[in-house]
Nanobody, 121 residues
Framework: QVQLVESGGGLVQAGGSLRLSCAAS????????MGWYRQAPGKQRELVAVAPSGGSTNYADSVKGRFTISRDNTKNTVYLQLNSLKPEDTAVYYC???????????????WGQGTQVTVSS
């Protein structure tokens, strides 16, 4: 019903930058929120940033001041600008979207396939 396609991960040195993108497509009536989670090896998935529709963005404390989330609602796309990267930012980054589809009556989360971000020291 809804597909999320991510791009932009890769290998970067500490202090470098990356920009992740995630485009949603399918039977979308309304997107209530889009955001990013990440999961490092051996750790639980954690929220990185979220951008609700009509609301304020929120960030994990560990990325505040370094990462910036933004949305292009005309393209159903969410971006995550990662600056001043640290080795501890190494993880698989997953985008998600809280979507009300054209065939369902309640919104639910959809997930991207994940994109690897590796920061070398």
């Amino acid at each position: 019903q809804v597909q999320l396609v991510e791009s932009g991960g890769g290998l970067v040195q500490a202090g470098g930058s990356l920009r992740l993108s995630c485009a949603a497509s399918g039977s979308i009536r309304r997107i209530n929120a889009m955001g990013w989670y990440r999961q490092a090896p051996g750790k639980q998935r954690e929220l990185v940033a979220v951008a609700p529709s009509g609301g304020s963005t929120n960030y994990a404390d560990s990325v505040k001041g370094r990462f910036t989330i933004s949305r292009d609602n005309t393209k159903n796309t969410v971006y995550l600008q990662l600056n001043s990267l640290k080795p501890e930012d190494t993880a698989v980054y997953y985008c998600y979207a809280l979507v009300l589809t054209t065939i369902e009556s309640v919104p639910r989360n959809y997930w991207g396939q994940g994109t690897q971000v590796t920061v070398s020291s």
